[in-house]
């Protein structure tokens, strides 16, 4: 079984920064993305932000470009969001997504954390 367990949500000030974790656990063979979704009330699930770890490549959504960083650091199956100069339409659930091959296994799938909920106040 594959677990992602996110930590370091909270509420900020507009202005603030916050960094998210994600701590991935059980048996995977390979890893090939990693990411981080948001999920603002009454909206869709959105792409944030994800590593191909192939190439180490990132992808970013428009709206965060620039003020956040995605990383990993593989040897302890951790991926991390740095967020800063947060603002008010940064507020949501924010879940980490991995696309990968379980052992075992041949055909990738995806996992999906329980989120951790970031609150950016005006």
Same mark, same amino acid.
Do not use: H
């Given at each position: ?7 370091? /949500?909270?509420?900020? +000030? *507009?202005? =603030?920064?916050? #960094?998210?974790?994600? %701590? ?10 990693? /990411?981080?979704?948001? +999920? *603002?009330? =009454?909206?869709? #699930?959105?792409?944030? %932000? ?24 593989? %040897? ?47």
């Amino acid at each position: 079984q594959v677990q992602l367990v996110e930590s370091g /949500g909270g509420l900020v +000030q *507009a202005g =603030g920064s916050l #960094r998210l974790s994600c %701590a991935v656990s059980g048996s995977i063979s390979r890893i090939n993305t990693l /990411g981080w979704y948001r +999920q *603002a009330p =009454g909206k869709q #699930r959105e792409l944030v %932000a994800r590593i191909i770890t192939s190439t180490e490549s990132t992808i970013y959504a428009d709206s965060v470009k620039g003020r956040f960083t995605i990383s990993r650091y593989n %040897a302890k199956n951790t991926v991390y969001l740095q967020m800063n100069s947060l603002n008010p339409e940064d507020t949501g659930v924010y879940y980490c997504n991995l696309f990968g091959v379980r052992s075992f296994k041949v055909i990738p799938d995806e996992y999906w954390g329980q989120g951790t909920q970031v609150t950016v106040s005006s």
